[in-house]
């Protein structure tokens, strides 16, 4: 059985790690970018909304740095084919290009991270972490099946 002592440990560990990353974000606005760029490739000729969608953040934060991408020439927004009102993105070659050298600077910083860990033990972080987000991906449903339809009328 999992202690509440075990629990506050494990809520204390990610909290360091997610404010490191976040502050490690803010330092290097690339790293926001490359997000953006990213999820576009995942999903080439995309709406602002769906891209928001799968990154989980506002559209209006999608929009605002498509303009600036589109501005920096990686990425390209020209109407979508089914519905002219509204728009879709994709990369360029340019933003093909800073995504690989973001990669491998991002890489490379997370080499630096553990390069004195053992091999099993980065596959067991690697384990740990996916069966995290798998059980919160889990209790998510559960949470979403259990509540009323928002909207719907209660009699």
Known sequence: MV???DVEGLVAALFVVNNGMTRAMKQRPKAGELRLLQTV???EGSRPSELAEAMGVDRSLVTRQL???EDEGKVTVRPDPSDGRAFVAELTEQGRQEIAEL???GMRRFESFVEDWDADEIRELTRLLWKFEH???AVSE???EERPERGR???
């Open 135 to 137: 059980s919160k991906a």
């Open 103 to 105: 990669t491998e600077f």
């Open 67 to 69: 303009r600036d991408l």
């Open 41 to 43: 490739a995942m999903h």
């Open 142 to 144: 559960r949470e979403q």
């Open 3 to 5: 202690s509440r002592e």
């Open 153 to 155: 009328r209660r009699r």
